[in-house]
C-alpha cells in the first residue's frame, strides 16, 4: 500500500503551491475546515493542484473572516496525470455524480460525456461533475482533476477520433467472453474506454463501432448492468489487464 497521508483533510487548489507563499481559502473552504471539521490556527491539512504536486499546509487567521493555508512542505511530487480516456452517455443527476466519482477513482484522465441515440439525459452540468471530480481526488490520494469535457455527438466523436487510441467499446449483445483475454489481446498503445446509456446502443451506432479498426468490442458478462455499475466494473477490469494496476 502506497505509504500515503489517509488521514489529513486534502484540498485542491487552483493556486501555485510554493514553500510559505500563503493561499487564501476560498468562503467554502474555510467553512469546511473551520466549522465543520472545527480546525484552528497551527493545524495542518494537505494540498494539490494538479501542477505542484502535494504539501502540507499550516492554517493561518491573519484576519478574522480570512483564512490562509501556508505551505511548509511538499509530501509528494507530481505524477502524470492518467491518460485513459472516458466515454459515457450522460445518466440521470446522482447516479452520474456517482460515476463520475468512481471513473476518478479508478484513474480515469480526461471525462467526455457522449450524446447516443438512447441517452438518458439531454443536458449536463459540467461544473457538478467536475466538483464531483474534485471531491473523489480529494477523498483518494489522487493528485490531478481529469479534465471534464463538453458533451459531444456520437458521429462527431467517431468522426474526430485519432486512431493511434485504441477504443475499447463496451457491447452487451457481445458473447459472454473473458474481458481479461480481450484486453490482453489488443496491441500496446493509448487507450479509452466507451461505456453507453441504460438503453443500450442502438443497432447503428454498434454497426458503426464495429467497423472501426481502431475498436475493440468487450463483453462485461452474462448479466446486464445498469451504467454506472458497468463503468466501474470496466474500469476494474480494464486497469487489472492492461492499465496501471500492473506493473511496469
Not at 495542518?44 to 493555508?69: I, M, Q, Y
Not at 474506454?193 to 442502438?202: A, D, H, I, K, M
Not at 463483453?219 to 500492473?246: E, H, K, N
Request: hydrophobic share 45%.
Amino acid at each position: 500500500m502506497p505509504s500515503h497521508d489517509f488521514k489529513s483533510p486534502r484540498l485542491y487548489v487552483e493556486s501555485d503551491l510554493a514553500d510559505a507563499e500563503a493561499i487564501a481559502a476560498t468562503a467554502v473552504q474555510a467553512n469546511y475546515l473551520l466549522n465543520v471539521l472545527r480546525l484552528g490556527e497551527s493545524d495542518t491539512v494537505l494540498a494539490f493542484n494538479g501542477r505542484d504536486g502535494e504539501w502540507r499546509c499550516e492554517l493561518r487567521k491573519p484576519a478574522k473572516k480570512k483564512l490562509d493555508l501556508v505551505p511548509l512542505a511538499r509530501t509528494r511530487d507530481q505524477i502524470p496525470a492518467p491518460d485513459l480516456l472516458y466515454l459515457f452517455a450522460p445518466l440521470k443527476h446522482a447516479r452520474l455524480d456517482y460515476m463520475v466519482q468512481k471513473a476518478v477513482e479508478m484513474g480515469a484522465g480526461t471525462l467526455q460525456p457522449v450524446m447516443t441515440q438512447h441517452v438518458q439525459a439531454s443536458r449536463i452540468n459540467i461544473d457538478r461533475m467536475r466538483a464531483n471530480a474534485v471531491e473523489a481526488a480529494e477523498q483518494c490520494g489522487i493528485l490531478s482533476i481529469p479534465d471534464c469535457r463538453e458533451p459531444i455527438g456520437f458521429g462527431t466523436l467517431l468522426a474526430g477520433w485519432d486512431p493511434a487510441r485504441h477504443l475499447i467499446f463496451c457491447d452487451e449483445r457481445e458473447e459472454a467472453e473473458s474481458p481479461i483475454e480481450t484486453l490482453r489481446s489488443m496491441p500496446p498503445g493509448r487507450l479509452a474506454l466507451l461505456v453507453g446509456p441504460e438503453g443500450g446502443f442502438s443497432q447503428d451506432e454498434r454497426a458503426s463501432l464495429r467497423a472501426l479498426p481502431f475498436v475493440t468490442v468487450m463483453s462485461l458478462g452474462p448479466r446486464i448492468l445498469r451504467a454506472d455499475t458497468a463503468a466501474v466494473a470496466a474500469l476494474a477490469v480494464l486497469q487489472a489487464a492492461v492499465g496501471d494496476w500492473r506493473e511496469g
